[in-house]
Each structure stands twice: as C-alpha cells, then as structure tokens.
C-alpha cells in the first residue's frame, strides 16, 4: 500500500520559515516525479514545486521562486520543501504528490499518489 505521509506544518509569523516533509512507503521513491502542492479554502490546488525523480531539475511557481526549495533524499525515501519569508496569503494545506514522470511534472493530471496534507498557517 502507498503512502505520502507530509509533516511539519504549523503556525508562522509572516517572514518566517517552515520545512515540509514528505515520507514515503510502499513505493520506491527514486522512480517517481515528485511534487508539492497547495490549497487554500475557496481555491483550486496549484502546484507550488516539482522536482524529477533524479533530483537533476526542478520548477517552481513564480510566486515561490527565490524563497522555496524542493530536495529530495531517495536513500531515505523522503521528499522535502523548505521555505522561507512566508506570506499570510500562502495559508493553505500543502500536500506532497508522486508521479510516474521521466521529466519534470508539471500538470497535476501526472500525479498518481497523494499525501494527506499538512496545514500551513502564516499569520500576518
């Protein structure tokens, strides 16, 4: 059985920092486009940050670029999004995706496994 399991949202003050992780089982990492996403109430699920399954390329949305980082670490099956200088307006929950995707994944239609969520609070 697969299993995206995200962890280490929270509440942060505006211009603060948090790293999301997303651990994995049932599956082998290493084979897989990962993303994360978010979702903020009333809106639709966007992508914030894709990375291939080697770690060789990423892409970010434009609102994140600069402050967001997506790594992986496939010996421990763990994707992770480190961000920085928060903003109140990126309140939402983020979620982690895995995809069967050679390149970069960039459409959430590529996406065939999901996490639960992690909830993200940036208080302004």
């Known amino acids: 059985q697969v299993q995206l399991v995200e962890s280490g949202g929270g509440l942060v003050q505006a211009g603060g920092s948090l790293r999301l992780s997303c651990a994995a089982s049932?599956?082998?990492?290493?084979?897989?486009?990962m993303g994360w996403f978010r979702q903020a109430p009333g809106k639709e699920r966007e992508l914030v940050a894709t990375?291939?399954?080697?770690?060789?390329?990423?892409y970010y949305a434009d609102s994140v670029k600069g402050r967001f980082t997506i790594s992986r670490d496939n010996a421990k099956n763990t994707v992770y999004l480190e961000m920085n200088s928060l903003k109140p307006e990126e309140t939402a929950v983020y979620y982690c995706?895995?995809?069967?995707?050679?390149?970069?994944?960039?459409?959430?239609?590529?996406?065939?496994?999901w996490g639960q969520g992690t909830q993200v609070t940036v208080s302004s």
């Open positions: 049932g599956l082998t990492l290493s084979s897989y486009a």
């Open positions: 995706a895995a995809g069967v995707q050679y390149g970069l994944a960039l459409d959430i239609s590529a996406y065939d496994y």
């Open positions: 990375i291939t399954w080697s770690g060789s390329r990423t």
